[in-house]
């Protein structure tokens, strides 16, 4: 229950970075995701049933603020799931996880622009879309980068600290 | 170690779910959409408040903005009150074509003997002003016999730097663009002052244009008089004429150049009073500037192409 009620305030403070803070940190005429961000967060941390419906809660958030029709992002995200899954399956090592990473990011960012484009009957300003979802998806796997050496660092201090103490 | 992995149900019901709202009505993705947008504006007013917290936005700077702005807005009323002139005067030209009766014998075209002419001048402000008139500037010449005009020097109305030098004559219009600001009241040597439309002396027969749709519809004349205020009266307009607050006013043929009609302003009030034989009309004038610095004057010449034939 805690937990739940706990995911549910994560979405929205999500939904609030996405929507209110993100045009803040526009760098280059590049956007970052941060509904993008915490999609390839989920892929690598969950799994499992709660995996899936949590992304396909994000996408379904993504399209209610995207101006596009509702769906397209839950269904890229579902998809994107199933393909981690299937590759997790297949591969006897450890799991690739920059290229789960990249590949749900590419695939959710790539897929919910380009269905924009082609569902807007814009289809000669595929460039654009290109650029601007290449940039997104630049953006946004350097602010996980960031988030992560952030993480592991703040760990490191953690566990020194703990060990310090310990002693 | 391998993940768990999500239900191939779970998958199949969720993309159906999605599939379903894809194809939902636009009224339902409206409402949700809609739902989603009022749980989430709390958070937004919370996010904006603490944006202007952090970072309190600093009074930006409007004014070379708005100085543009006033400039393109003026430049722009000069423009249309030329178009405005320029229609009236075709207007006019088309309707004597076809009341013209065609004579069997063509008659020979001639150059008119006087030909206006405009020539550009500027306001002397507050400091030169003060300066003219106590001759200061004058000092070097005047024992060589070079004298400004009393009049002109004694005068309170505002100085332009031309004057006789440059062929001015009293009664001469001042305009702004294609708007009338007033007239040469007195000439000097080389300035002369300039009676303003709303100076109580300032006298000029005007007629009202009504624009309806791309028709520009002349309609009474009367006598423009300055009030001493801020704005003119049009008087002697008969209380059959049809007059509006929004008419404009412009000159009358005689003493438009070349026929093309000048802008005097625009109708602010107009009344009739029961059993009066005349309207009571106001009227604001079209140039309000009072900072005006470069003016120009309609002077008229001989025609230079008559002379030079002689």
């Known amino acids: ?167 | 170690m391998k993940q768990e992995r999500a239900s191939l149900f779970l998958i199949a019901g969720l993309m159906l779910a999605a599939l379903l709202l894809f194809l939902a009505p636009a009224r339902l993705e409206e409402k949700l959409k809609g739902s989603l947008r009022t749980l989430l504006r709390p958070g937004l007013v919370a996010v904006y408040w603490t944006q202007m917290q952090w970072e309190p936005s600093p009074e930006p700077d409007i004014q070379p903005e708005l100085l543009a702005l006033k400039t393109e807005l003026n430049e722009l009323k000069q423009k249309y009150h030329q178009a405005q002139g320029e229609a009236i005067r075709y207007q006019e030209l088309l309707e004597q074509k076809k009341n013209f009766v065609e004579f069997p014998y063509r008659a020979e075209e001639t150059r008119a003997l006087v030909v206006p002419e405009l020539v550009a001048a500027r306001v002397l402000g507050q400091q030169s002003r003060q300066s003219w008139k106590q001759l200061k500037i004058l000092d070097s010449g005047h024992t060589q016999g070079i004298k400004e005009s009393h009049w002109v020097l004694e005068a309170h109305e505002p100085i332009l730097d031309l004057g006789e030098d440059h062929q001015l004559q009293q009664h001469d219009l001042v305009l702004s663009g294609r708007a009338v600001l007033g007239r040469i009241e007195k000439v000097g040597r080389w300035s002369s002052t300039l009676q303003m439309l709303t100076d109580k002396d300032f006298k000029s027969k005007a007629r009202i244009i009504r624009q309806v749709g791309q028709q520009q519809i002349s309609g009474a004349i009367g006598l423009l008089e300055g009030t001493g205020e801020n704005n003119c009266l049009l008087t002697m307009v008969d209380s059959e004429a049809l007059v509006e607050v929004g008419d404009t006013i412009f000159s009358v043929d005689e003493e438009s150049p070349q026929g093309f009609p000048l802008l005097f302003g625009t109708v602010s009030k107009a009344e009739k009073k029961p059993g009066a034989l005349e309207w009571q009309i106001e009227v604001s004038p079209a140039i309000t500037e009072q900072k005006l610095s470069r003016v120009e004057i309609l002077r008229q010449t001989l025609n230079p192409i008559r002379m030079s034939a002689n």
């Open chain 1, 1 to 167: 229950m805690t937990k739940a009620l706990l995911t549910g305030i994560m979405l929205y403070l999500i939904l609030l970075l996405e929507v209110a803070v993100a045009e803040h940190f526009v760098w280059a005429g590049m956007r970052p995701s941060f509904l993008a961000v915490t999609l390839v967060g989920w892929v690598l941390r969950e799994e499992g049933n709660r995996r899936l419906l949590l992304a396909a809660a994000l996408g379904l958030l993504g399209d209610c603020f995207s101006g596009g029709p509702l769906g397209v992002g839950m269904m890229l995200c579902i998809v994107s799931i199933w393909l981690v899954e299937m590759l997790n399956s297949k591969s006897r090592n450890k799991p690739n996880l920059l290229f789960q990473a990249l590949l749900v990011m590419g695939l959710y960012l790539l897929g919910l622009n380009g269905i924009h484009m082609l569902l807007a009957g814009k289809t000669e300003l595929w460039v654009v879309t290109l650029r601007s979802s290449l940039g997104t998806m630049v953006y946004s796997s350097l602010l996980v980068l960031g988030l992560t050496l952030v993480r592991f660092l703040l760990q490191k201090f953690w566990s020194h600290s703990s060990l310090g103490y310990a002693r």
